[in-house]
């Protein structure tokens, strides 16, 4: 890659710049939610198509000299529907999936109107209602969770749906390592005459390589961002289906209302061109078989880890990620310790969490990023092993009841972990294993 302006006219920013990607070529990025964007999808995003104002949507915009963004946005809602076959609408204006969730409420609900949605600390998303989130300002939000054994509970979600008569029921999730039931929800939705929306933002990779059931049949309206397993930029999709159009054929037509002039004004088309871009890689048989290997990877890691005595959510996995028991409150422990061993993923709160949201029981973890960059199954029982020998050298440190002595033991831990030779040696190895693997050849 050629940077050679900003490096002229920014070494600052050109060196930052460069200090972050080579922290992602030595690492392993472990957290399922990202992704790498093709060198061609990052030319699209620093184009100068960011250069240019075009509020409205194609044929239809505010501002003249909109003829080749007009192209651009048919293009990649175009590429949309072949990527998601039987959608009938697109909408690729909305600046991410936080925004893309509240236009859709925005656009179906009048202020007050319930949602129902999965609990942030049981695997939902802050958008799905949370209480911190606008949407649970704006909107009445009822939250559903798991059941003992972490599947989602459906007598819960029909139970609150028959409750409190919903205008939107959210079926989408951050951190479930099974098919997303949406025939289930399908029906609950039609029992009581919501609308039924998927946010498959972690999954839309696996959909478009049909290596998960696809929601279009179920659902009236799907979200999803297009920088998780769908390999794209930071953005997001929305898309009705006809069962939606059946049900009140004004609908798409409120929905691009509620992103513009609703919430948002100019689209970024640079973004759009990179949306384009990834579409188009997204419909080729070498995408579809990334997917299927990106659910083989994270089915071959889950038996591994098993193998070494780790406790996984559900037994395993049907899709990209795992969430994995590490004992009360130590999620965080492991993500640290990791960190330093050059593994990143994050802290999770587990099934039944005896831990606290700050202070989670597990680890969530994912193969997208190890697949896309040429990663196997091999590699996933190497990445184990690591896992195994990171854990065993933290194994004296627990959780902490009592606040202060917590602070404490965890200063303790970070000294402990940033001058561990063993944490260091492993760093070795995971970067020599990520060069035979660059990110960008
Ligand atoms: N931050 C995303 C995730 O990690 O799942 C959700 O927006």
Redesign the pocket.
């Known amino acids: 890659m050629n940077f050679e302006n900003l490096q002229q006219t920014d070494p600052l920013c050109y060196q930052l710049m460069i200090d972050e990607m080579q922290r992602q070529e030595e690492s392993l990025e472990l957290?399922p939610?990202e992704c790498i964007a093709s060198l061609s999808t990052i030319e699209a995003l620093g184009s100068p198509l960011t250069n240019k104002y075009s509020e409205g949507y194609a044929g239809a915009r505010y501002y003249g000299g909109n003829e080749v963004i007009d192209e651009v946005e048919q293009l990649a809602i175009e590429r949309a529907k072949q990527a998601f076959p039987w959608v009938k609408h697109v909408n690729v204006q909305a600046y991410s999936?936080s925004p893309a969730n509240m236009a859709i409420y925005n656009g179906l609900c009048e202020a007050g109107d319930t949602i129902l949605g999965l609990s942030l600390s049981q695997w939902g998303?802050l958008t799905h209602g949370h209480k911190v989130s606008a949407t649970s300002k704006f909107f009445n939000a009822v939250q559903f969770g798991l059941n003992t054994d972490g599947y989602i509970d459906l007598e819960e979600v029909e139970r609150l749906a028959h409750e409190h008569n919903p205008k939107v029921i959210v079926v989408g999730f951050?951190a479930y390592s099974r098919e997303f039931p949406f025939e289930a929800f399908s029906k609950i939705a039609e029992s009581v005459g919501a609308y039924l929306m998927a946010d498959i933002?972690?999954i839309s990779g696996l959909v478009v390589s049909g290596a998960h059931t696809s929601p279009v049949p179920y659902v009236d309206v799907i979200m999803t961002t297009t920088h998780k397993t769908l390999g794209g930029p930071r953005w997001a999709l929305i898309m009705t289906t006809e069962k939606w159009l059946k049900k009140d054929p004004e609908m798409a037509k409120k929905i691009d209302k509620s992103i513009f002039p609703g919430l948002q004004w100019g689209p970024h088309n640079h973004q759009t061109l990179a949306i384009a871009v990834a579409l188009g890689e997204a419909l080729t048989p070498e995408f579809r078989e990334q997917g299927h290997q990106i659910v083989k990877n994270a089915q071959a890691l889950g038996k591994y880890l098993e193998e070494y005595g780790f406790d996984l959510a559900t037994g395993g996995t049907d899709n990209h990620l795992l969430l994995m028991s590490v004992g009360k409150g130590r999620g965080g422990f492991l993500q640290e310790a990791l960190d330093m061993a050059g593994i990143t993923l994050n802290k999770n709160t587990v099934p039944n969490d005896p831990g606290t949201a700050f202070n989670p029981s597990g680890v969530r973890m994912g193969t997208p990023i190890m697949t896309m960059r040429g990663m196997r199954e091999a590699e996933m029982k190497q990445v184990a092993g690591w896992i195994y020998r990171v854990s065993e050298i933290i194994t004296d440190f627990v959780y902490i009841d009592d606040k202060e002595a917590r602070k404490e033991r965890l200063k303790e831990f970070r000294a402990f972990i940033a001058e561990n030779q063993e944490l260091k040696d492993i760093k070795e190895e995971v970067k020599n294993l990520c060069i035979q693997f660059p990110i960008y050849k």
Request: hydrophobic share 15%.
């Open positions: 957290i939610s999936g998303h951050t933002s972690h």
